[in-house]
């Protein structure tokens, strides 16, 4: 059936503000979440029929359904996840830098460098049943890295200045920019002298050592 004019006349008008139709697309920032919502649900209605299981232009003509298809796209898509940074005062209390660990550290999961070759020397803090095993902590510089005190073992902590801690584990945060091996003050705090087992994780990798707090492994 030959198309009525008034019909191929809303199909050229359509056309004619596509460019417009695309400029709203890029710039989504300007709207709140409902509108993004409704906006998405109208398109998502208009540009695809599932029971023929194609795309319709609905006389609009294809260059304003392609607009309408972005639009679902850019409203639906997820929003990136918030990257993380370390506090202000963990990049600025390393109280040195490195280009390389020292050979008396073992270097584990290529990120940081910890004591297990040699036994600590503990002190007592001055509060009841607590000691403490001064040992500062050498990390590169650019690695999320967490090291945790193994499961099991009761009265034991991590603290180095700066570096976030809570309860047993301590996480360390990216330096944006630096790529030295960084090294913290702090140390090991034990009820007891123990060989403490350390949980390292990087990433999807995980590897445990132990650590002589006043007595040998």
Known sequence: MPELAYLAAIRESYDTVADDYANLVRDLSILDSLSK?????????????????ERLDMGMGKAV???????????????PAPSVSPPPE????????LSQPPGTLEIVLGVVALPTQRMLQVHETGQPGELFAKNGLVVKADAEVELAVGEGVTGARLDWNGVATTGPAT?????????????????YYVAAPACLPIVVRYGSREQTVRIAVGIAC
């Open 37 to 53: 919502a409704m906006l998405a649900a109208f398109a998502e209605r208009r540009a695809w029929n599932p029971s023929l299981g």
């Open 65 to 79: 359904t392609v607009a309408l298809i972005m639009l679902l796209s850019a409203c639906t898509k997820p929003a």
């Open 90 to 97: 963990q990049c600025a209390a390393t109280i040195d830098k």
């Open 171 to 187: 996480r360390h945060l990216p330096c944006s920019g630096q790529t030295d091996w960084f090294i913290y003050a702090g140390g």
